[in-house]
């Protein structure tokens, strides 16, 4: 039989992984959480260790894991730097630990411990030759001492447990080491993770120059990203006139997304809108402001985008030789041309491929550092698995918004190929069950190393749920299920005047969309929801709890109509207990159960439970306070602090 070297520890479900090999997700400046399954045949007492380096680099930073339960071992390494970087688990036998932890039982059962003593000082004995910077004299104390049958058993024990000795034996690794396959992780920027997101359309705004006017309102009210959908040339040919009809009138300015004109394509800007100049005025007043500029990435044509003339082969042709429309049965969009990332030659598709690539590259040269993907689930995998990292090489801070409202799958492996954050199904989840489910699900699911999640209420398409003809009491409630549950959310703008006239009974999307035609909003009306927005906003700043994924726990409530959960940080600093009532027509109350231990309070002393939304402060004792919720002020955001 052919000799083994003597590899007897098992590690398993590493973890953050994805499912089949690329990078999984981590912050800059956040810990990342390594875990894996370790374990072995008997009863010795195993140690393990988890190690981080970017791609590159020849030095490992480490960390020590901890035993959780079922074998599952985990430890925090801090990713410092944005780019792409590697992790591996080592694991063996504790011979010290195993040691230490037989010869204390026997101790304490009277058994005779002088052959654990003598094993005690050779394992000291043997450190002794490898370490320089200890104090060798009194290891070697310690060593006489354990040897000295002159002492009691008890003493020379205490000289084996000295932290000295203790310290010496701390880096002892056994022969039997085992290490895992490598695994790659992707770290972000912050802004990966955490933002608030507001979305405008400049035209409605009388251009680029008016919507620069609008920023400061936006960051007033607390957003991190301005979003715009394309402001690019917007085509003539099957131009849409109001509410998606085919009979536009002389002043219909058509949908942005029919990208392509006389004027030009990707990298042109409707002149109706401006110039580059004031789209760079645009991007630095928001930079001035501290807010991102995330630009529409939609890849698709009008008729008459300049490519549809000088590239038909990038089309879709059709038996009788025109090009195929998009559609979405039985959504028709006669104004836009999908393109075929799938050309016969393969010369045209590499220039197809590289022709989209320098539309990105063009934006990121004019400060663009976050790109909303339009419908990627309707292009190629492969082309976003090339895309996404060819660009990211390059532009590591560079991030992207994946729109692919789809099935659950396809938006993984969309997330799991490079996409930074995804939309969700939020949108559609609005009981107590559902919500508590899918917020589980994006926090501690399969998708949770790689798929990060950007909650939306609303978005220009969808306008669903209880805000269809809904009150601002309910445009309130889901604006703060989105931004609390998820570190990511967006609006899209006019949320503040709680818009919700839908376009039929059937169809989730607005009456009079601003897709089609351009709004005229008062931003002044005594009824916009804005301070709440801006009160909001300020609470996420405030409680660095809310800017986190994985750290939710929810809290028994005697109500399905209403809903507790809460954050916490990870050093325990700071913790947020969240009430909602999720009725939109009527108050509710309950008596709330609360998990203390998650809350970090102790059930005998009273807590401060301050409502961060009213400055009201209660003070509880137990885990089972009364509330009650209207309609109107359907929520509390509870900071939570022990009374001293």
Same mark, same amino acid.
């Given at each position: ?17 994805? *499912? ?36 590159? /680099? ?42 230490? #932890? ?42 006489? &001492? ?154 698709? %044509?009008?008729?008459?985008?300049? @490519? ?10 059709? !038996? ?17 041309? !999908?393109?075929?990332?799938? *050309? ?8 197809? @491929?590289?022709? %989209?690539?320098?539309?990105? =590259? ?14 990627? #689930? ?41 996409? /930074? ?25 399969? &998708?949770?190393?790689?798929?990060? !999640? ?11 749920? *209880? ?34 006239? !839908? ?23 005594? &009824? ?15 409680? *660095?709890?809310?800017? =986190?994924?994985?750290?939710? &726990?929810? #809290? ?51 807590? =401060? ?10 003070? @509880? ?24």
């Amino acid at each position: 039989m052919a000799s083994q070297v003597k590899r007897s520890v098992i590690i398993g479900d590493v973890r953050p992984r994805t *499912p089949t090999g690329y990078p999984a997700k981590a912050v800059a400046g956040r810990r990342l959480r390594i875990s894996a399954d370790i374990f072995k045949d008997g009863h010795d007492l195993l140690a393990a260790r988890a190690g981080l380096r970017p791609v590159g /680099s020849k030095k490992w930073v480490t960390a020590p894991m901890t035993l959780l339960e079922n074998d599952r071992w985990v430890a925090g390494l801090d990713a410092t730097e944005v780019g792409q970087h590697e992790f591996v688990v080592e694991a063996w036998t504790d011979v010290v630990g195993t040691w230490r #932890h037989d010869t204390e039982l026997k101790a304490a059962a009277g058994v005779d411990i002088a052959l654990e003593l003598e094993e005690g000082a050779l394992l000291v004995e043997a450190r002794l030759r490898k370490v320089h910077r200890v104090d060798r004299d009194l290891l070697r104390a310690a060593i006489n &001492t354990m040897r000295d049958p002159s002492l009691s058993q008890p003493e020379r024990l205490a000289a084996a447990l000295a932290p000295e000795v203790v310290g010496a034996l701390a880096e002892i690794i056994e022969g039997d080491v085992t290490k895992s396959s490598v695994y790659r992780v992707w770290v972000d920027r912050e802004r990966a993770l955490a933002g608030a997101w507001y979305e405008l359309f400049p035209r409605s705004y009388g251009g680029l120059k008016g919507a620069t006017e609008r920023l400061d309102a936006v960051a007033e009210m607390g957003y991190d990203v301005v979003y715009l959908p394309p402001i690019h040339p917007v085509g003539v040919s099957h131009r849409k006139g109001r509410n998606n009809t085919l009979d536009p009138g002389p002043d219909d300015p058509g949908s942005p997304w029919a990208i392509g004109s006389a004027d030009g394509g990707h990298t042109a800007i409707e002149p109706s809108l401006g110039t580059y100049e004031d789209f760079d005025a645009f991007v630095a007043r928001a930079r001035a402001l501290h807010m991102e500029v995330a630009l529409d990435y939609a890849l698709q %044509c009008s008729p008459d985008h300049p @490519w549809v003339i000088e590239h038909p082969e990038w089309f879709h042709q059709r !038996p009788d030789g025109t090009i195929k429309y998009a559609e979405n049965p039985p959504k028709k969009y006669q104004d836009i041309y !999908p393109i075929n990332f799938w *050309p016969e030659n393969d010369a045209d598709r590499d220039a197809l @491929w590289s022709a %989209c690539r320098d539309v990105m =590259e063009f934006w990121i040269g004019r400060g663009v550092r976050i790109f909303r993907v339009d419908n990627p #689930h309707t292009k190629p995998v492969p082309f976003w698995a090339w895309l996404l990292p060819s660009i990211q090489a390059e532009h590591p801070d560079v991030l992207f918004l994946s729109e692919a409202f789809t099935r659950p799958k396809m938006m993984a492996k969309l997330a799991e190929v490079g996409f /930074s954050q995804s939309y969700t199904y939020f949108t559609w989840r609005t009981t107590k069950q559902e919500l508590t489910e899918y917020a589980d699900e994006v926090a501690y699911g399969p &998708t949770a190393d790689y798929m990060r !999640p950007n909650f939306w209420p609303t978005t220009p398409d969808i306008l669903s749920g *209880p805000l269809r003809n809904g009150t601002p009491g309910v445009f309130k409630q889901r604006l703060l299920l989105a931004a609390t549950l998820s570190p990511s959310y967006g609006v899209y703008g006019g949320y503040e005047l709680c818009e919700n006239e !839908p376009f039929s009974e059937a169809n989730e999307e607005f009456l009079h969309s601003e897709k089609y035609e351009i709004k005229q909003r008062d931003f002044t009306s005594p &009824t916009s929801i804005a301070p709440f927005m801006t009160c909001i906003n300020d609470i996420r700043r405030r409680h *660095p709890a809310l800017l =986190e994924l994985d750290n939710i &726990t929810f #809290h028994d409530t005697a109500n399905d109509q209403l809903m507790a959960y809460s954050k916490t940080t990870a050093d325990g600093s700071d913790t947020v207990l969240v009430v909602v009532n999720l009725d939109p027509v009527a108050t509710q109350e309950a008596t709330l159960g609360l998990n203390l231990a998650a809350l970090g309070v102790d059930t005998e002393r009273q807590f =401060e439970a301050h409502d961060e939304l009213t400055g009201a402060t209660y003070m @509880w004792l137990g885990a089972n306070p009364y509330v009650r919720l209207t309609p109107e002020d359907p929520a509390h955001v509870l900071h939570i602090r022990e009374v001293s």
